[in-house]
Nanobody, 125 residues
Framework: QVQLVESGGGLVQAGDSLRLSCAAS????????IGWFRQTPGKEREGVAC????????YYADSVKGRFTISRDSAKNTVYLQMSSLKPEDTAVYYC???WGPGSSYIAESTYRHWGQGTQVTVSI
């Protein structure tokens, strides 16, 4: 049974950094990708970044490009989202999700089948 557990959220000030972790379990091979999504009340969920666990290819949304970095530790089946230069508009619940297949140059929420419970990130002015 696939499980994803996020951690690392919290309250920070604008300009600070924060690292989120997504611990994955239940996978019997590495041919899958992990994506990070975020959602604020009243808004649609936004795909932020994704990474292929086998090939390490990455994708970033324009809103976070240059500020966020996604990486993986295959030995630990863990994906990280390093967030820097945080802005108040980055405030959201952040979810990690998994889909089968390689990394890609885009992120499509409908293709992700397994989701974590989410972790709150709040960026104050």
């Amino acid at each position: 049974q696939v499980q994803l557990v996020e951690s690392g959220g919290g309250l920070v000030q604008a300009g600070d950094s924060l690292r989120l972790s997504c611990a994955a379990s239940g996978f019997t091979h590495d041919y899958y990708a992990i994506g990070w999504f975020r959602q604020t009340p009243g808004k649609e969920r936004e795909g932020v970044a994704c990474i292929g666990m086998r090939d390490g290819s990455t994708y970033y949304a324009d809103s976070v490009k240059g500020r966020f970095t996604i990486s993986r530790d295959s030995a630990k089946n863990t994906v990280y989202l390093q967030m820097s230069s945080l802005k108040p508009e980055d405030t959201a619940v952040y979810y990690c999700a998994a889909r089968w297949g390689p990394g890609s140059s885009y992120i499509a929420e409908s293709t992700y089948r397994h989701w974590g419970q989410g972790t709150q990130v709040t960026v104050s002015i």
